[in-house]
């Protein structure tokens, strides 16, 4: 019986729910990583035997370390697509190891699970780890804070000495994804008022620091990136913005997945507003509400005309961040065994919906590999190896998301057979594909790269003939 009470249940479950998210990663690992951003991503891994950063987002290479390693040591297709699905399931048990058992923070723990399973269902399908890893170091930032705080209690500068760690987490900040300084905002004045830290130099300083960062960064970064210019909309005209909320599909979105996706994460933000004022903490609830509310009006604005459900779900996490930090620190009070117990519950309880939510769809993204399936044995006996196909001729319902499908195909199909790699690339006809389509070296990799020369293939891994492209049989 006391070696029962000893056990720290909350870490149990914590480890039980990330060994589940592994075996799932690991069953849908096609198709997870065969779709769009991770498919391109791995595709230039192999290419390179290296690491691959778009936009200048340096933090996307954690999740790339072992597909890298497996790759130089010449891995197959087969073992190094289910790598890469289960990398982003190890990079986020290195955080909960590090907050729940470096720093001893059962809150950030509980967050970092809530950031990984509520409101996910969709986005599972293409795991990405810039904006994800943008959360998680939040997350971690809190848990130091607490940490740090609780052993420097007599030291002396003590709030140079939060200042100067917080610094160094805006810093890495600045490197993984703009979405970060909402949430590293968010947990510099949430610490700064449950620890009562309002009449120090610290909040001031660590403010002040974190929004230089991010007006240089949002000052220099490349508006035509779309993820990079998430506050330019917000900035332009505030007050339109406002007045045109409703029409925003972001908003439009949110409210039609209140009912279900969206349910336990305002079940949460309900019962820690009400936990809030009932405690007479009024500055925190002011905090937690003026936060949900202004970064869901950013974030509809800088999306206002709509993006498919899976990046509407990961653009939307910041709020699940807001309120499940706010709702682990309540439950979490005191450290005492009771909150182990609640949050322990109520993990189990996100983990529930979450399984349910991705379970709900997970036909939607099998049916797309089956699709990739038919189309590839649809092909693979005639001598042409690389094809051109018109967005008319393939069923939308089933491919969702073409524009990578020329790395895709080649993906899937060298899993297959490697001998028989075959290509497949979706796209108008245009004046720039025929010219790029008759030359014999060429690989179309991506509408904004029709220029990739086989010359740069991994002739291990994708063994295509040196042929011109040819349209699809009608």
Request: net charge positive; glycine share 4%; with cysteine.
């Amino acid at each position: 019986m006391d070696l029962i009470n000893r056990r720290d249940w909350f870490k149990i479950v914590g480890v039980l729910f990330f060994l589940g998210l592994a075996g799932m990663a690991l069953s849908d690992a096609k198709s997870r990583i065969l779709i769009t951003d991770p498919a391109y991503y791995l595709f230039n891994i192999i290419n390179r035997e290296s690491f691959f950063e778009a936009h200048g987002r340096l933090t996307a290479i954690f999740s790339q370390l072992l597909v890298v390693g497996g790759v130089k040591i010449q891995l197959p297709l087969v073992c190094l697509v289910p790598l890469y699905s289960v990398s982003f399931v190890l990079i986020r048990v290195c955080y909960f190891f590090v907050a729940t058992s470096v720093f001893k923070n059962r809150t950030a723990g509980f967050t970092i699970i809530a950031v990984t399973a509520l409101g996910v269902a969709h986005s599972y399908f293409r795991p990405t780890s810039e904006s994800s890893i943008a959360l998680l170091n939040s997350c971690l930032l809190y848990a130091w804070l607490n940490f740090y705080d609780c052993r420097w209690q007599k030291a002396k500068m003590r709030s140079w000495r939060l200042v100067l760690g917080t610094f160094v987490f805006v810093l890495f900040g600045y490197f993984t994804h703009s979405i970060a300084y909402f949430s590293l905002l968010f947990v510099i004045g949430f610490f700064s008022v449950e620890s009562h830290k309002l009449k120090t130099s610290y909040p001031y300083l660590a403010f002040a620091l974190t929004l230089a960062v991010f007006f240089w960064h949002i000052l220099n970064v490349d508006s035509s990136v779309e993820h990079q210019s998430l506050y330019h909309n917000a900035f332009n005209n505030p007050l339109k913005l406002i007045g045109d909320l409703a029409d925003y599909y972001p908003v439009r979105f949110f409210i039609k997945r209140m009912n279900d996706l969206y349910f336990p994460l305002l079940v949460m933000l309900l019962i820690s507003l009400s936990l809030l004022v009932v405690r007479r903490r009024y500055l925190l609830c002011f905090l937690l509400v003026f936060a949900f509310a202004v970064y869901f009006v950013v974030t509809s604005a800088a999306f206002k005309q709509g993006d498919a459900d899976m990046q509407m779900e990961k653009i939307f996490l910041p709020l699940v961040f807001f309120v499940a930090l706010s709702f682990g620190s309540l439950l979490n009070i005191g450290e005492t065994r009771l909150s182990m117990y609640l949050l322990s519950g109520s993990t189990m309880l996100i983990a529930i919906v979450f399984f349910f939510e991705v379970g709900m769809v997970r036909s939607v993204y099998q049916g797309r590999i089956q699709y990739q399936v038919e189309l590839i044995e649809h092909v693979k006996q005639n001598k042409e190896r690389k094809w051109v196909i018109t967005p008319d001729k393939i069923d939308t319902e089933r491919m969702m998301f073409s524009w990578a499908n020329g790395v895709e195909s080649l993906l899937l199909s060298a899993m297959m057979n490697s001998d028989q790699a075959v290509t497949i690339f979706v796209e108008n006809k245009s004046e720039r594909l025929d010219q790029e389509m008759g030359k014999t070296d060429s690989f179309l990799a991506a509408p904004f790269y029709l220029s990739y020369g086989q010359s740069q293939l991994n002739r291990f891994y994708f063994n295509l003939p040196n042929q011109a492209y040819v349209f699809w049989p009608e």
